[in-house]
C-alpha cells in the first residue's frame, strides 16, 4: 500500500434496552448509529458477525490515511463522537486498531496484489479478523530465520490468489502486536488455507491469535432488517 492508514474494527453488541424498543424504534436508532458512523472514514463497512459469534452482533470497518501526527486523534474523536449518543443500545466491547506499514518479509516494496486497498477495492462477502502476537522467542531468533519461515506462509498465501488481507501494526498501540485481516469470496478455501497455515513450523511462534471475528457483508438496510424484531 502506497500510504500509511489507521484502520479500526469496532464491534458492536446490542444491550437490553435496544431489545425493549418497538420495531420501528429499533429501525431508526439503529439505522441512525450506521449513518452517522459511516462519514467517520472514507471507507465505512459494515458487517453482521452473530451467530458467527455470539458476544458480537456486527463490526464496523473504518479507515482513514495517516496524513500527519495529528491524524490519529482526529480519527478517535470521530469515532467516539459518532458512537457516543447510542451507548445506552450498544456496548464496544471489542475494538481492534492498528496502522499499515510495508512487511519487514517481503523482497519487493510494491504492494502485493493480494493486498488490501481500503480505498480503491471493491469489498467482498467474507471478512475475518484477529488479534495476532508473536512469542519473545520469534524475536531472538536471527533475522535470517525469521525470514525463511515467513517465506512458506507467503508462498502458501500466493497459492490462494482470491485471497486478500491486511496486516496492520499495533505494537505499542493496543494489547496485540498484529492485527490480521482476510477477506474473500469463499469462507471454506480460507478454512483451508488457514489448516495449512497452522501446519507449519512458524505455528510454534504464535502466541495470540484470538478472538476470531467474521463477518459477513451488509448494507445499512439489511443490517436494519436483521437486528429488529
Not at 55 to 68: G, T
Amino acid at each position: 500500500m502506497s500510504q500509511k492508514n489507521i484502520t479500526s474494527y469496532t464491534t458492536f453488541t446490542f444491550k437490553d434496552d435496544y431489545w425493549k424498543l418497538n420495531d420501528l424504534a429499533q429501525q431508526e436508532v439503529l439505522r441512525d448509529m450506521l449513518e452517522a458512523l459511516q462519514p467517520v472514514s472514507p471507507m465505512t463497512a459494515f458487517y453482521q458477525v452473530f451467530p458467527a459469534r455470539s458476544e458480537f452482533d456486527f463490526f464496523a470497518w473504518s479507515s482513514v490515511l495517516y496524513e500527519d501526527v495529528t491524524s490519529p486523534d482526529k480519527f478517535f474523536k470521530a469515532m467516539a463522537k459518532a458512537i457516543s449518543p447510542y451507548r445506552q443500545y450498544v456496548d464496544s466491547n471489542l475494538v481492534l486498531c492498528g496502522m499499515t506499514n510495508p512487511s519487514v518479509y517481503r523482497k519487493s516494496s510494491k504492494p502485493s496484489t493480494q493486498e488490501i486497498n481500503p480505498f480503491e477495492d471493491k469489498r467482498q462477502p467474507y471478512f475475518v479478523i484477529y488479534p495476532f502476537s508473536k512469542t519473545p522467542n520469534w524475536y531472538l531468533m536471527p533475522r535470517e530465520h525469521r525470514q525463511l519461515l515467513m517465506n512458506g506462509h507467503i508462498k502458501l498465501g500466493r497459492e490462494y490468489p482470491a485471497i486478500k488481507q491486511l496486516l496492520l501494526y499495533s505494537v505499542g498501540v493496543q494489547d496485540q502486536e498484529f492485527i490480521v485481516a482476510y477477506e474473500m469470496e469463499d469462507l471454506a478455501m480460507f478454512s483451508d488455507l488457514v489448516m495449512k497455515l497452522r501446519s507449519t513450523i512458524a505455528r510454534d511462534y504464535t502466541l495470540l491469535d484470538t478472538p476470531i471475528i467474521t463477518g459477513t457483508l451488509r448494507s445499512i438496510d439489511e443490517l436494519v432488517d436483521i437486528f429488529s424484531k
